[in-house]
């Protein structure tokens, strides 16, 4: 095996690794993190927590579903 290859494997790897981390916490921020869409939250009268809490859950999501 080439020393490309072995990269190319590894690189592959951490991909892999990183996808399946952003899956394992999207299942949490399901669990643990309040689903503002099920509550009707108009984002115009969101707080600065409840925009930060939307941003990092389709931060997660993005890196999740790449």
């Known amino acids: 095996m080439s020393k490309y290859q072995i990269f190319v494997s590894l690189v592959s790897n ?8 952003f899956k394992t916490l999207s299942k949490l921020n399901k669990k643990l993190l309040p689903s503002y869409t099920k509550k ?6 969101a707080t600065k927590a409840q925009m ?3 941003g990092w859950k389709l931060w997660v999501t993005k890196n999740a579903l790449d």
């Open 52 to 54: 930060a809490i939307i």
């Open 14 to 21: 951490l991909v892999k690794m990183k996808k399946q981390f």
């Open 40 to 45: 009707g939250l108009e984002l115009q009268k």
